[in-house]
C-alpha cells in the first residue's frame, strides 16, 4: 500500500470505531484520541497486529518503505528504521497506521458520525409515524 492508501483505509477504520462509541465519548476528544490509537483495527497499537488488515503486512509495506511522506513522518518522530524493521513487517505495518493517524482529522470524523446518527434517528422517527 502506498502512504496514501494507509491513510484512507487507516481514516475509515477509524470511521468504523467512531461507529462504536457512546455519545458522551464522541465529545472528548482526547478520550476518541486514546481510543483510536489503542484499537487493533485502527493502529494494532495494544495487539501488535492491527486487525482489520486484508492482506499480509508483509504486501501491505511494500509500497510504504520509500514513500517520502511517510520517511518525512517516520524521521520526525526520531525513530531508527533498523530497529522497527528488527521486528519484522507487522511493526513497519504497525508504524505506518500510527503516523497515518497524524493526517486524519479526528474533529471532521466525529462531526460525520454525529450526523449520520442524526440522520439514522430522523430516519428512525419517521418510519415509527409511517406505521
Known amino acids: 500500500m502506498t502512504y496514501a492508501e494507509y491513510i484512507e483505509e487507516t481514516k475509515a477504520n477509524c470511521s468504523k470505531v467512531l461507529a462504536d462509541c457512546s455519545e458522551s465519548e464522541l465529545l472528548d476528544f482526547e478520550h476518541i484520541r486514546k481510543i483510536l490509537w489503542e484499537d487493533d483495527r485502527v493502529t494494532g497499537v495494544v495487539s501488535g497486529y492491527c486487525t482489520s488488515v486484508k492482506t499480509s503486512p508483509s504486501e501491505n509495506i511494500k509500497g510504504v518503505l520509500f514513500d517520502s ?37 479526528i474533529r471532521e470524523l466525529v462531526e460525520h ?7 439514522h434517528q430522523r430516519e428512525q422517527r419517521k418510519n415509527s409515524l409511517r406505521v
Open 69 to 105: 511522506q511517510f520517511l518525512k513522518d517516520f524521521n520526525e518522530r526520531d525513530m531508527n528504521m533498523q530497529e522497527v524493521m528488527a521486528y519484522g513487517p507487522d511493526a513497519i505495518d504497525m508504524v505506518a497506521r500510527c503516523l497515518a493517524l497524524k493526517h486524519i482529522s
Open 113 to 119: 458520525e454525529q450526523r449520520r446518527r442524526i440522520r
